[in-house]
């Protein structure tokens, strides 16, 4: 390939993850936050995601740009729990100071991190039989971080309205998984 083709490809996919970062850095951030309240963390977190990025931009270019806030938060979500693994392994073949002894870790537990992962499964298998709007609403506010007066615009409510359809669409939400698990429930006693 001729030099200036290549530096045309390398300026393209540059264009195109610097546009992905500025347009999904809320987002990436506010994922990694869920994982650890520690601010170089999640900066670390966000450092090692866009690397993965860079490394997949032509499969990236590809997805439906719909799509690209759901992979973006899978990313983050399991890089960060990747790097979670990892501290932990680090803090155990470490030898720490008295004084850090005593200190919090500050983010989740793995068994936290486990819960968690089982809810948004659940959460992931009744998403489908959701309403639009509820859909609409929580993937507004829990995956792309928008605010009241943002998600209004999106439902074409009043923002006084929004925290009242929140409201309703997790408890819809919560209400179709308690059915997935009585559903799952009564398979094992079947089973058993």
Not at 127 to 141: I, K, N, T
Not at 154 to 168: D, E
Request: proline share 5%; charged share 30%.
């Amino acid at each position: 390939m001729p030099p200036s083709v290549l530096s045309q490809e390398q300026t393209d996919a540059q264009e195109f993850i610097v546009g992905l970062y500025e347009q999904y850095r809320r987002l990436m951030f506010s994922t990694a936050r869920k994982y650890t309240t520690d601010p170089q963390a999640a900066e670390e977190i966000v450092q090692d995601v866009l690397v993965k990025l860079v490394e997949n931009v032509d499969t990236l270019r590809r997805v439906d740009r719909c799509v690209l806030p759901a992979m973006v938060v899978i990313i983050v979500r399991n890089t960060a729990i990747n790097y979670l693994k990892h501290m932990n392994v680090v803090q155990k073949h470490t030898a720490e100071l008295p004084e850090e002894a005593d200190a919090p870790s500050g983010g989740p537990t793995l068994d936290e991190l486990m819960v968690r992962e089982e809810q948004l499964s659940a959460l992931r298998r009744v998403w489908p039989r959701l309403p639009e709007a509820d859909q609409l609403l929580l993937s507004g506010r829990y995956i792309l971080g928008l605010d009241d007066r943002e998600l209004a615009r999106l439902a074409g409510c009043k923002p006084s309205s929004v925290r009242m359809k929140l409201t309703r669409a997790r408890r819809n939400a919560l209400r179709e998984m308690k059915k997935e698990r009585c559903i799952d429930d009564e398979l094992e006693q079947t089973e058993n």
